[in-house]
């Protein structure tokens, strides 16, 4: 490569990451609650559009704790400062916020059963978080909205399912529904909370790949919450490794890989080879 053509691909590539948007932006968060001392703390990361970061570490190391913190469902008390999509999320009154998480935000959770209404059939469920989310009334516009849906998530037969309950599925299927109705406002991030820990591994493969693919065409940003060094590897960008409350490594995920830079970050590393995954 001549040295002028490698002076243009360094001026591309600032030029690309000059526009790339942060979906998430998260400076100095500490959560506590009154009963004990702060169980996060000073905890700053970024995630671009189209970006995965994962966040890893053992149970009880905080990690749900800041996904509930960054969008204001905790009742711990919080400092520092999150921004979604540029927005303060500290500085909004209730109703702001809540109109920024319904336009911008989706939640994929850990167990699709227990997410859904096990007695209401899906139909019921999709048309009502579609039409909420999207302002919608028309009957006939939320359906094909829905079953447009269930087919960018791979259900084609979404007459079939439509009126079917949750019991009458697999949790591969159930996890797709969820899938598609956070998908249904065009989210700029994505919070997914070990969203596959309870699909056995070829559906967790499955279920990722497709968020993979969804994010290639939609651009959002996405919070990947595991505790699984297999899954980080595979499917993130840039991993953030907590531990006891505090993010000790921050890093892209094949440089984290290559030269992990704390003891706790190695023996996550070797714990996965030892379940014979390749790096």
Same mark, same amino acid.
């Given at each position: 490569?001549?040295?002028?053509?490698?002076?243009?691909?360094?001026?591309?590539?600032?030029?690309?990451?000059?526009? $790339?948007?942060?979906?998430?932006?998260?400076?100095?968060?500490?959560?506590?609650?009154?009963?004990?001392k702060s169980v996060?703390?000073?905890?700053?990361?970024d995630i671009l559009?189209?970006?995965?970061?994962?966040?890893?570490?053992?149970?009880?190391?905080?990690?749900?704790?800041?996904?509930?913190?960054?969008?204001?469902?905790?009742?711990?008390?919080?400092?520092?400062?999150?921004?979604?999509?540029?927005?303060?999320?500290?500085?909004?009154?209730?109703?702001?916020?809540?109109? $920024?998480?319904?336009?911008?935000?989706?939640?994929?959770?850990?167990?699709?059963?227990?997410?859904?209404?096990?007695? $209401?059939?899906?139909?019921?469920?999709?048309?009502?978080?579609?039409?909420?989310?999207?302002?919608?009334?028309?009957?006939?516009?939320?359906?094909?909205?829905?079953?447009?849906?269930?087919?960018?998530?791979?259900?084609?037969?979404?007459?079939?399912?439509?009126?079917?309950?949750?019991?009458?599925?697999?949790?591969?299927?159930?996890?797709?529904?969820?899938?598609?109705?956070?998908?249904?406002?065009?989210?700029?991030?994505?919070?997914?909370?070990?969203?596959?820990?309870?699909? !056995?591994?070829?559906?967790?493969?499955?279920?990722?790949?497709?968020?993979?693919?969804?994010?290639?065409?939609?651009?959002?940003?996405?919070?990947?919450?595991?505790? !699984?060094?297999?899954?980080?590897?595979?499917?993130?960008?840039?991993?953030?490794?907590?531990?006891?409350?505090?993010?000790?490594?921050?890093?892209?995920?094949?440089?984290?890989?290559?030269?992990?830079?704390?003891?706790?970050?190695?023996?996550?590393?070797?714990?996965?080879?030892? $379940?014979?995954?390749?790096?």
């Amino acid at each position: 490569m001549t040295s002028q053509n490698s002076s243009l691909e360094v001026y591309l590539n600032i030029q690309m990451f000059s526009v $790339l948007e942060k979906a998430l932006s998260v400076s100095d968060l500490s959560v506590g609650y009154q009963d004990k001392k702060s169980v996060v703390r000073n905890v700053s990361f970024d995630i671009l559009r189209g970006q995965t970061l994962c966040l890893v570490g053992e149970s009880g190391s905080g990690k749900t704790t800041i996904a509930r913190a960054v969008v204001g469902l905790s009742e711990a008390w919080i400092q520092g400062d999150v921004r979604i999509d540029g927005t303060s999320v500290f500085d909004l009154d209730r109703d702001a916020k809540r109109r $920024l998480l319904k336009k911008k935000v989706s939640f994929i959770f850990q167990d699709p059963f227990g997410s859904l209404v096990p007695i $209401l059939t899906v139909g019921t469920q999709m048309k009502r978080v579609v039409g909420f989310r999207n302002g919608l009334r028309d009957k006939t516009v939320i359906r094909q909205r829905c079953f447009d849906l269930l087919a960018r998530v791979g259900m084609s037969d979404a007459e079939n399912i439509w009126n079917r309950t949750p019991a009458q599925l697999s949790g591969g299927m159930c996890q797709r529904i969820m899938i598609a109705m956070a998908m249904c406002v065009e989210p700029v991030l994505v919070f997914a909370d070990e969203p596959t820990s309870a699909l !056995d591994a070829m559906t967790q493969e499955t279920i990722l790949s497709l968020l993979q693919q969804l994010q290639g065409t939609s651009r959002f940003g996405m919070l990947f919450i595991t505790h !699984d060094m297999r899954l980080a590897a595979k499917y993130s960008d840039m991993v953030a490794v907590l531990y006891n409350g505090e993010i000790i490594e921050l890093n892209e995920i094949h440089r984290f890989i290559r030269e992990p830079k704390t003891e706790y970050a190695k023996q996550l590393l070797e714990s996965a080879k030892r $379940l014979s995954v390749a790096f």
